[in-house]
C-alpha cells in the first residue's frame, strides 16, 4: 500500500531550524514525479510550501518562505526533505508533503506533522 509518512516536526523558537522528512513507500514510489510541502494553519486553508521535481533539481517556493525554506531529497531512500530556517511564529501550521505522479498533480498525502514556532 502507498504511502507518505513525515516525521521531524515539533516546536521551535523564532529563528530556529527544524527539518521535516517525508519517506515514501509502495506503488507510488515507481511513478513519483514531484514531491511538496504544504502547511494548513488554525483556521486558514492548506496553502502550497514548495515543490521539487524527483528527476532533475527544479524546485519552487512560495514567496512566504523563499530565501528561508530548502526542499530536497535522496532518492535511494525515497525519501524528500524540508529545512526549515529563520523560523517565524507565522510558519506555525501543520505541515503535510504530497507525491505527484506524471497523471495527477497531487496524487498522495501524508498525514501531517505539527510545526510551532514561539516567538
Known amino acids: 500500500q502507498a504511502q507518505l509518512v513525515e516525521s521531524g516536526g515539533g516546536v521551535a523558537q523564532a529563528g530556529g531550524q527544524l527539518r521535516l522528512s517525508c519517506e515514501a513507500s509502495g506503488r507510488i514510489t515507481l511513478r513519483l514525479y514531484r514531491m511538496g510541502w504544504f502547511r494548513q494553519a488554525p483556521g486558514k486553508e492548506r496553502e502550497f510550501v514548495a515543490a521539487?521535481?524527483?528527476?532533475?533539481?527544479?524546485?519552487r517556493y512560495s514567496d512566504s518562505v523563499q530565501g528561508r525554506f530548502t526542499i530536497s531529497k535522496d532518492k535511494a531512500r525515497n525519501t524528500g526533505f524540508l529545512q526549515m530556517n529563520s523560523l517565524e511564529p507565522d510558519d506555525t501550521a501543520v505541515y503535510y508533503c504530497a507525491a505527484g505522479t506524471p497523471t495527477r498533480d497531487w496524487e498522495l498525502w501524508g498525514q501531517g506533522t505539527q510545526v510551532t514556532v514561539s516567538s
Open positions: 521539487i521535481l524527483w528527476n532533475g533539481s527544479v524546485t
